[in-house]
């Protein structure tokens, strides 16, 4: 279910179920369209989403995550170059800050990858997080499925760059590509609890310093005392690279194919795209839990109240609300 936010001109309305054959058949505009209904969540939206999920599940979805001051952007840039060869379509999906007054994303992604996308004709698309934790929107997955639909691939997904507790893309993508840029050093150890451990493919920036070789050692050393935990078969590589000149872009775009082959002969995407699967379910059953919550602000009221007033605690408001949600449910 969606929340429909604010009011559409009728006589401009074109229906989400029209806009599905369009998508299908690879339009820019329709699959803008149905990216923004998503965001916007609209309810009338929800089953021509629910067919689009359907027809999605061919493309390789990739993360590009990591610290900031990497280079996601610039990196993203050369790999829509590099991968945009003969009729394969490349799309993205930026994540980016929300406007702390508008709300919307701040579209820093899109205009450093205009020039090209319209060279490639690849599908550029940002997102604001809109206060969404993890490093993803909330509709990042489904403007996946919208793309993936639409016959594009590999769509690459880039995070916000808010630090180590960003991992939600694991569940996001089938392979996850970290960027450090070079002179993390000591940095290295501390940030390794969380996005360096995620990754199927570790990419130094900003090759051209002397400091990427040294940092690129220090994520060796790094993998090398944890190879005993790592969760596949796959052995990470570490590899360096300069997006402005180009260097290593090539080898990096061959480390994301033969991670998909290994995917596939492994076994191991059927286990990614169930983790994917589920990680989607808990989430969206999240949201419509809050959402019931919210639409009964009466009754959220009296317990926000309580709480307040130390007559009652959080955990017993909690558990109050949640049998009061399962007997409506009932």
Request: aromatic letters at 4%; a neutral charge.
């Amino acid at each position: 279910m969606f929340v429909r936010k604010k009011s559409i001109n009728p006589a401009s309305y074109r229906a989400s179920s029209d806009l599905v054959p369009l998508v299908l058949a690879g339009s820019r505009a329709a699959i803008a369209r149905m990216i923004s209904r998503a965001e916007g969540e609209y309810d009338e939206a929800a089953g021509a989403l629910a067919q689009l999920y359907r027809h999605a599940g061919r493309a390789h979805v990739v993360g590009i995550t990591g610290v900031p001051g990497g280079g996601k952007s610039t990196l993203i840039s050369a790999l829509i170059r590099a991968c945009s060869t003969g009729d394969n379509k490349v799309a993205i999906v930026a994540v980016d800050p929300s406007s702390p007054y508008s709300g919307g994303a701040i579209l820093g992604d899109r205009i450093r990858m205009s020039d090209s996308a319209e060279a490639s004709q690849a599908f550029v698309r940002s997102m604001a997080t809109r206060g969404h934790l993890g490093g993803l929107a909330r509709a990042t997955f489904q403007a996946v499925d919208i793309l993936d639909a639409a016959g594009y691939s590999p769509i690459f997904i880039e995070t916000v760059g808010v630090g180590q507790d960003e991992v939600e893309i694991m569940t996001a993508a089938h392979t996850v590509v970290v960027l450090s840029p070079p002179g993390l050093g000591d940095d290295i150890q501390a940030i390794k609890a969380g996005v360096m451990e995620i990754a199927d493919i570790h990419a130094v920036s900003k090759s051209d310093r002397p400091e990427a070789a040294a940092t690129a050692t220090a994520i060796r050393g790094m993998l090398a005392l944890g190879s005993e935990t790592q969760r596949s078969s796959w052995a990470p590589p570490v590899l360096t690279l300069s997006a402005p000149s180009g260097a290593g872009i090539d080898a990096l775009k061959q480390a994301i194919d033969s991670h998909l082959l290994h995917l596939m002969e492994s076994g191991e995407m059927v286990t990614r795209r169930r983790a994917i699967a589920r990680t989607r379910i808990l989430a969206t059953i999240n949201h419509l839990i809050r959402r019931r919550f919210d639409d009964g602000a009466e009754t959220m009221a009296t317990q926000l109240a309580a709480v307040t007033e130390r007559t009652s605690d959080p955990s017993t408001a909690a558990e109050w609300l949640l049998g009061l949600n399962r007997a409506d449910l009932a």
